[in-house]
């Protein structure tokens, strides 16, 4: 199955029209598709909003924030993404394979710490068991995570056979990894900081 | 399947042949096949819808709950007639109109996505079925809107009926992507965005709608759902939910969700107005721009269905949004009268229904801004005012559309012309019998009669009676359409390439095409509505050598391609629009 790597060579080449056309496809389909699954977190942000309105106090003044945590894990997230990114650099440098999957490891590594953190404060964090609060500050963490995990999983295929045939699966995860991270500054700002 | 380079061949070609019967019954990723399978699986809800509509005006002739035995099996019909109505009947059948044209329309081979296309429609049988089952452990109840409270009281077919829509939902953001990217990304040379067929641009704007609204509807049922097994309360005041914020979230779907009821019938109609009347499209810019322009406006007014329970300054805002939107429309209206004005209208089967939405629409409309103004929503809000306008603009305008593209595409998609004097029937029927319907309602709305209810005040018996009448009238006319169906694939005469002599590229090739659609590169007529000059006749009189409806002497060649042509042409009833339209320009 493992396919060599070519060293040198750009990972997407494109031999006819109709490969350049399905590569111009490819890259639209993914985008619409980011905008409009982007509008779920939108909505459950909107949700958020309009739920807090009745409330004097929000979140309710028994808990307060531990805003230390999440940054931490922002700031994570965000290095997976820039490691993802750098590990794509690499693909066309000489010894492409090996620092291409040393970074690409790192990234998920530091994606996986994210996943944990936030995985502890779905569970723990600010709860107050029977509150509106709680229920929406799950629904927004639990769905995020559940898209962090589907997404870093296909991030971890990828590692799998990285070969330059393949640019297209590194492309649309380090994609769909921009997808979470976007996702996840939204949901960051509404839970923790408006 | 034939290779991407076909050979050039100039000879008269009749047919590809239509698929067998067991190709539309399993996967397949071939656009003409999927549009099709949508085509039947929607006409089937529709079948069912009307039948619960027939139970429902049934129920209605007399002022108490007799027929029913309860109200809340009304309750549960209603809640299916119009769900089903919705999400299994229009919003498929868009799936079935756009999937089998768009390509076509654009010269190309297939959709961007075909394996994603077949598997959106692959999604659309089990959650109808699903709703359906819905039945089995006590139905939905709570109206197509579902507002909580009531559609957390309800027995587990609610929740089934959420699954189910939220299936629905998937399936259709995933279609529209595949839309969006096909209409951008594979038109040929020589059709930029604004030479292309003005149902390309409608169906670009209803998928630009859905990709960017559906996901509030997923949310939404999301948080429904959580409400009924996990315990959440989103929309229980009492435990500090919020019901008003399902009412929000829901319209700022449901809202852009009506135009993407309408959007597409109105591409249909702009094709078939000026290519049966033998006009250019009048304004076709301003046309396909009040197309994105009501997309865009149609995300701003959402809270018009609130407006009883909005906080009062918010009330203004929105009538004006509400009010704005009438002026796309409007364009729309008056570019559509314009294109026929003065034009050789044949009065096809199409057209008919293409006029009969101009004029339903219309009603549709204006009752529209009637009900979007706040002081007469606040007395008309949750009567049959409402239900009459609506039907105007989901009947007269979504449904009258689909018939019109049904039967202008019709012998595109089989290879054979469906019966003009049934079609004829159909239409009349149509028209008579929704207005018998729809307009005792408008009266019966504006002295109270509250919607959603199996039972009235005996006073307003007349007009229920009057109603449920012509809703009889209009089940009627459904069964000429069926038949019609049923007798032009058993007898229709052959269509050929290009029964109406229409200029977008899908009448440049046989009927139906092969797969892959085209013989050679296909090349767009410069105008797509370029009709009446000498070069268009030309430019047709061409195509009707090459793919004519009967090969004037059998060639050797032809022999497997014309095996329609060999079989009986349709007899009297079918000929008289194949003459008609020979004769068109
Ligand atoms: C044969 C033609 C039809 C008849 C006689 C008919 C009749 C009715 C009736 C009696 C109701 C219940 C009104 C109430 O109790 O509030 C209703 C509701 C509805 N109908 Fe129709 N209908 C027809 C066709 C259609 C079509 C073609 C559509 C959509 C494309 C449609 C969409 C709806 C919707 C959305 C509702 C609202 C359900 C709710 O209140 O939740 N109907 N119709």
Known sequence: MTKTLAPGKPYTEPASRQELLAAKNRRLGLLIFQVSWMMTFICLSVVNWQLRWQYADWPPSEITLNRIFPSIATLLLLASLLLFRSARGTLTAVDARVSFRRRWWLGIALGFLFVTIMAVEFFRA????????????????????????????????????????????????????????????????????? | MATASLPIRQEPRISAGLPRVGEFMRWSVDHKIIGVQYMVVALSFFFIGGILAMLMRWELLTPDVDFFGDGAVYNSAMTMHGTIMIFLWVIPMIGAMGNYVVPLQIGARDMAFPWLNAFAFWIIPPAGILMLLGWLVGPAEAGWTSYPPLSLLGHDGQLLWAVSLHLLGISSILGAINFIVTILNMRPEGMPLFRMPLLCWAVLATALIIVLATPFLAGALTLLILDMVAGTSFFIAAQGGDVLLWQNVFWFYSHPAVYIMVLPSMGIISEVLSVHSRKPVFG??????????IALVGFTVWAHHMFTSLTPELRIPFMITSMIIAVPTGIKIFSWLATIWGGKIHFTSAMNFALGFLSLFLIGGLTGVIVGSVPVDIHLHDTYFVVSHFHFTLYGGGVMGLFAGVYHWWPKITGRMLNEGLGRWHFWLTFIGFLWTFLPQQIAGMMGMPRRVATYDPSLLIYNQLSSLGAFVLGASALFFFYNLGWSLARGRVAGGNPWRALTLEWATTSPPPPLNFYEDPVPYPNPYGYGSDAAREYLDEQQRRFPAALEAPTDEGSTSASLATQPAGTSAGSSAGTSAGQQQ
């Open chain 1, 126 to 194: 600010p709860m107050l068991v029977g509150t509106t609060y709680r229920d929406v500050f799950r629904v927004m963490t639990g769905f995020h995570l559940a898209h962090a995990l589907v997404i870093g999983w296909l991030a971890i295929r990828v590692l799998r056979n990285p070969s330059p045939e393949d640019g297209w699966a590194i492309e649309a995860a380090i994609k769909l990894w921009d997808f979470v991270f976007i996702a996840w500054l939204i949901f960051y700002a509404v839970l923790y900081w408006i």
């Open chain 2, 284 to 293: 076709y810019r301003m046309i396909a721009l009040s197309s994105m322009s």
